[in-house]
């Protein structure tokens, strides 16, 4: 019955999916259940070869965004957070902000450019698609609809794209609020870190990193657009205040989603009249002499380099013995 049903969630996935038969072979950290996303759509774009205008953490304010690249500053506060809630709490996990920032990126671009309050909550529900088939996994109401506002199907829901069968397990606290809430990017951050630390164990070590991957989307694509990710945010990182980030494409209007955003017209410029002929000649005025001094320009600081762990990414479209589909 475990294999029907992990076969049946991921029979209809995107391109790049691991095959069911695969699949229902993989050991999982704890009961059989759905990925943490429901095996969702997710952002396919891959890093920015280059790093042009790239500032560093500290110089947020100046710093121009780089589309796909930079982290706004309550956002990259919330990875930060949960970064160091697990080196306390799971010390032998070796979670790095820069896997949150990752997953991030992929699941909702780093909370729809960092469109959140000033407590962390999106500033409007970040929500994939009905999991009803068809294009996507069937995944049946677990909530009432409480989280994702649909009593029938369930939906991926916040900046890290929990079901709410999967927030019900791993949800938590990461703001101290007293709620759970995975519209809250320091809840959702800080419950995404639970679930890798626990999916994968060691986070430094190649394998244990991949099933704890896997465990967000059980797409072998879905592990390699995380991974060159996470390198490119090992290898450095600018930080920009919310709402700058400029994100591309909102995760509530992903592929497929009911909620997309429809475009805004351009309005029209009406022409401007022609000038009317001057009936005198007109006396050139003398120059004012300027006061302005040039304003010099500033350079970005470099970027600082940080230790960069050689990261192998997956070629073969076979997964390695071991790998957990998910829990909760």
């Known amino acids: 019955m475990a294999a029907a049903a992990m076969a049946a969630l991921t029979a209809s996935q995107a391109p790049g999916v691991i095959p069911a038969r695969a699949e229902a072979s993989v050991a999982q950290p704890a009961e059989h259940g759905p990925s943490v996303s429901g095996d969702a759509p997710y952002r396919t774009e891959l890093p920015p070869l280059t790093r042009r205008h790239e500032g560093h953490e500290g110089h947020a304010g100046g710093a121009p965004a780089v589309a796909g690249g930079a982290v706004p500053a309550t956002v990259f506060a919330a990875y930060r957070r ?16 820069q896997l949150l920032a990752a997953i991030g990126q992929v699941e909702s671009g780093q909370a729809d450019g960092g469109r959140v309050s000033a407590d962390g909550t999106t500033v409007t529900p970040i929500l994939g698609p009905r999991l009803d088939g068809g294009a996507f996994a069937v ?49 959702a951050a800080l419950a995404a870190g639970r679930y890798l630390c626990a999916a994968g164990g060691d986070l430094s070590a190649p394998t244990g990193l991949d099933r704890a991957i896997l465990g967000y989307n059980h797409s072998r694509a879905y592990l390699r657009t995380v991974k060159a990710w996470y390198a490119y945010f090992l290898e450095g990182h600018t930080v920009v205040p919310d709402g700058s980030a400029g994100s591309s494409v909102r995760a ?41 001094l040039p304003t010099a320009g500033t350079s970005p600081e470099p970027l600082t380099p940080m230790p960069t762990p050689s990261i192998a990414l997956p070629t073969d479209d076979v997964l390695p013995s071991g790998l957990p589909l998910t829990s909760g």
């Open 82 to 97: 949960a970064e160091a809630e697990l080196a306390r709490t799971a010390p032998g996990c070796g979670l790095r902000w």
């Open 139 to 187: 995944v049946p109401d677990t909530d009432g609809g409480a989280y994702d506002g649909d009593a029938v199907y369930d939906r991926a829901v916040g900046p890290m794209q929990f079901i709410p069968s999967t927030w019900a397990r791993w949800g938590a606290d990461g703001n101290g609020d007293g709620r759970a809430d995975p519209g809250n990017v320091f809840d």
């Open 252 to 292: 509530s209007a992903r592929p497929g989603s009911s909620h997309a955003a429809k475009p805004t017209p351009t309005p029209k410029t009406p022409p401007k009249p022609s000038p009317r002929p001057r009936t005198t000649p007109s006396v050139p005025a003398s120059p004012r002499p300027s006061n302005s």
